[in-house]
């Protein structure tokens, strides 16, 4: 099946899908966006992330391209239209075309793009069967990063880093050496007591829908959240540490900067929420 891809109204071939030279999410990464996972065929969290899309929309100052009630209508068809069952929709919405001039301007209709693609299970699944590798570098972000801005040259250049280093994911460091969070997920660890530990919210962390999703499923399960920043030295010497996000969902930490995590293979804690996101998603037992 050949890939679709939505721009402003139109649905259109992929590979011939494109936008205006002059729009501003092009120009000046004037734009908020949003990742969803699909699972059987259906979309995962829906209402979550529409209401931080309306978080990040409203502290940009940019309006709905379309209304909050059509956006979820738009979104499946997107998914169906691609034929899309396990994987993810990406959806993005800049201010708009205009000329380049860096203030708003008078006048600019928001574009909205959207595209889906399939991702094996499969590979979700290894994450959890072996754990990830993490290395932190210091967070060269700026001070907004609870808006899911399209933005995110740091996040690539951190990711980069990671890759090259042969791990997963990057954290991010404050000059304290508090851990902010990753270049693409939220960072927790686990205390000698089994309680599992992650950074507030504020202006410094996005709010993940999955980070929001696992803090319920862990108190559900008895298990302790405890809400505050923690050191990278700390996470070293964690029981254990994972990552949450939409494309990985619960992904368990092994090696952080070279140094083993626990015993160095993925923790019962992180495993168990792994297990519990992956039932609250929709993923069948022993998918
Ligand atoms: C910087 C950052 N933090 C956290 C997350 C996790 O958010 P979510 O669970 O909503 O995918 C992401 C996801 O892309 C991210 O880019």
Known sequence: MSRVAYVDGRYLRHDKASIHIEDRGY???????????????????VADHLKRLDRSLAALAIAWPVSERVLPLLMREVVRRNGVTEGMLYLQISRGVARREHAFPARAAPTLV????????????????????????????????????????PNVLAKQKAKEAGAYEAWMLEPNGTVTEGASSNAWIVDAQGSVITRPLGNDI??????????????????????????????????????????????????????????????AVARKL???????AGVPLGA
């Open 27 to 45: 120009q000046f990464a004037d734009g908020v966006y949003e990742v969803l996972a699909v699972v059987g065929g259906a979309l995962v969290d």
């Open 206 to 267: 996005l709010g993940g829908v999955t980070r929001l999703r696992v803090v319920d499923l862990a108190r559900e399960a008895q298990i302790k959240v405890i809400e505050r920043p923690f050191t990278i030295a700390e996470a070293k010497a964690a029981r254990e540490a994972f990552v949450t996000s939409t494309t990985a969902f619960v992904a368990p930490v092994v090696e952080i900067d070279g140094v083993a995590i626990g015993d160095g293979r993925p923790g």
């Open 114 to 153: 959207m595209t889906a693609r399939a991702v094996p299970p499969a590979r979700r699944a290894a994450l959890v069967a072996t754990g990830v590798k993490v290395v932190s570098l210091p967070d060269i972000r700026w001070s907004r990063c609870d808006i899911k801005s399209v933005a995110l040259l």
């Open 274 to 280: 792994a297990a519990l996101y992956e039932r609250h």
